[in-house]
């Protein structure tokens, strides 16, 4: 036999041995693990939801949201004042505006691919969608489901009387009752909640701020992923990792390859000093790191020590990269489709009943004495919190390793806080797209629930003549356009009038409510001939979509590109 050919059996042989006794990861199952990746202002979490976390507020158990929160199937992230970006495995990231509530209805493994099924309850959601292979992704909110059928960002806004989605890339397909209707970059699609006739086809309007940040988020995330992918072993996506060009930078290790250590880390410089334990109900305790780099080092490859290279450092490992030779060299092995997740890199260990951690090596096994635990021990045992200093463990009785850490090792992690509130807001429909109006809590206008939509309740009030600074025209009747100065017939001010409402419960009754449920992952829904026609996804399964709806789809389609000279401009931007 060929040498060439024998070492690459024995490489293949040396991987199969450990996959086998590596630790297990989200990817030995059906779960997936998300997360977090940004919290600005006043932002919130929720567990195993299954209804309406708006109607089930009272029932729902919620949590101050921290960045690097891992995310699970069932949980919903909740805006007040502020904003969130999450990142996925592939990523595919989701971006919350100000009072938006977004649920993660599904995410599941399906024979390699991913499947995300996302519910918008209410408020604002940008998606930049990473679509590969078989993947699925899907946004319902209000009365239809947006599917991503190629690599696209688009924008859903879902409110009490209406809903819309903007394209602002690639194309997507939007189903509605077993009908798809294509849309593609510029192109802008909304609804009246309710009315199967209200659809209407018209042309994204300009970027207002939430648009602008969302675009300044995906274009440095780009970069800084770009820059990275030399040092992490693999041109695969590893999510997290572009914050470690960030906040860090990479130095040649001999032997090891590459290692990373944060900016300003000193010779004295340990993992797991600064962050909390979270207990996650599928993987146990987990390490939520506080530092903004801190998702990939703490649940992706491992850590390694050495003198010449500056102390501790971290090494992606992220596909089992390594294996020990005879002569004890550290050699990389084959790569794993996907990085293996982890709850924590940290092997859980005990002494005398102190509870410790010391930082997994790439090379740990499962049960077996972890291979830093010369370098010392972090004790965790005081609480939540990992401050307290390194205890040496060439002193004392012997560490007994412990496969995870019991439940009651720690104390809750996050603070509860209550539940968010539902935002009363209207979608405007017209010729040049959807535009928002937020209801400030001092306005007249409620929610009628016999017409349909938004009136003002306070009609018997005589006009005045600063009202036409206040109100703009709505069929007739005045809505408040955020606290802005708005004439009746300033379009252009309408067309970037997307702002954020306030908390409305004390305001007459309650808008109807619609159901979302997700329609099941239909792997035949997109695009024929470059988006001429689509497929159908419909509820259940698919649904060939009649030949007269896919004309008045195209049509309609057609005559929103043409334009009007009441359009707004196109927005498509590239990301």
């Not at 930049?128 to 947006?146: I, M, R």
């Not at 992220?318 to 002569?327: D, E, S, T, V």
């Not at 590109?561 to 498509?572: I, N, P, Q, R, W």
Request: proline share 6%.
């Amino acid at each position: 036999m060929p040498i060439p050919h024998f070492r690459s059996i024995l490489l293949l042989l040396f991987c199969l041995l450990f996959a086998a006794v590596h630790p297990a990861s989200a990817d030995s199952s059906n779960a997936r693990i998300i997360r977090l990746s940004l919290v600005q202002g006043d932002v919130r979490f929720a567990r195993d939801v299954t209804g309406d976390p708006l109607a089930d507020s009272k029932t729902i158990s919620w949590e101050a949201a921290e960045a690097n929160l891992p995310i699970s199937k069932g949980y919903v992230v909740a805006t007040d004042d502020g904003r969130a970006e999450v990142e996925f495995e592939n990523g595919t990231m989701a971006f919350l505006s100000e009072q938006t509530i977004l649920q993660f209805y599904d995410l599941t493994l399906d024979d390699g691919s991913l499947i995300t099924r996302l519910v918008l309850r209410q408020g604002s959601a940008s998606f930049h969608v990473n679509h590969a292979g078989d993947d699925y992704f899907s946004v319902t909110g209000g009365d239809f489901t947006v599917e991503a059928t190629a690599r696209t960002t688009f924008r859903v806004n879902n409110f009490d009387d209406g809903s819309n989605v903007d394209v602002f890339s690639g194309r997507v397909s939007v189903l509605h009752k077993k009908i798809s209707t294509p849309l593609a970059k510029g192109q802008s699609l909304s609804m009246t909640a309710g009315d199967d006739t209200s659809v209407d086809l018209g042309r994204v309007p300009a970027n207002d701020d939430f648009d602008q940040w969302v675009s300044g988020r995906i274009d440095s995330s780009n970069s800084a992923g770009n820059s990275v992918l030399p040092y992490a072993g693999s041109y695969s996506y590893a999510p997290g990792f572009a914050d470690l060009y960030t906040y860090g930078g990479w130095s040649s290790c001999g032997g090891y390859g590459y290692g990373w250590r944060p900016f300003g880390a000193s010779y004295s410089w340990s993992p797991f000093t600064s962050g909390q334990w979270v207990l996650d109900p599928a993987f146990g305790w987990t390490f939520v790191s506080s530092a903004a780099w801190g998702w990939a080092p703490y649940h992706y490859g491992g850590w390694l020590f050495d003198a010449g290279c500056g102390g501790w450092f971290y090494t992606p490992g992220l596909y089992g990269q390594f294996f020990r030779a005879p002569n004890k060299k550290l050699i990389p092995i084959v790569h794993a489709p996907r990085p293996l997740y982890r709850a924590a890199t940290a092997v859980f260990v005990r002494q005398n009943g102190k509870l410790g951690i010391v930082p997994m090596h790439p090379l740990d096994e499962r049960g077996k004495t972890p291979l830093n635990l010369e370098h010392g021990v972090f004790p965790v045992e005081s609480g939540i919190r990992v401050s307290a200093p390194v205890i040496s463990a060439q002193t004392g009785a012997k560490w007994e390793t412990l496969k995870s850490a019991p439940r009651d090792a720690f104390s809750s992690g996050l603070a509860a806080t209550a539940g968010p509130a539902r935002v009363a807001r209207s979608l405007q429909q017209g010729n040049a797209g959807a535009r928002i109006i937020a209801l400030g809590k001092d306005s007249s206008i409620s929610y009628d629930p016999q017409e349909h939509r938004f009136v003002n309740s306070n009609a018997s009030r005589p006009p005045t003549a600063s009202d036409s600074k206040e109100t703009v025209e709505n069929g007739g009747h005045g809505a408040v356009l955020a606290g802005r100065s708005v004439a009746p017939s300033s379009s252009s001010a309408l067309a970037t009038a997307r702002a954020s409402g306030a908390s409305t419960s004390s305001r007459g009754a309650s808008p109807p409510s619609r159901s979302m449920t997700p329609p099941s992952p239909s792997r035949s829904s997109g695009f024929v001939g470059g988006g001429a026609s689509a497929s159908s996804g419909g509820s259940g399964g698919s649904s060939s979509r009649s030949s007269s709806a896919s004309a008045s789809s195209s049509a309609s389609a057609s005559h929103a590109s043409s334009g009007s000279s009441s359009s707004a401009s196109s927005g498509g931007r590239a990301h």
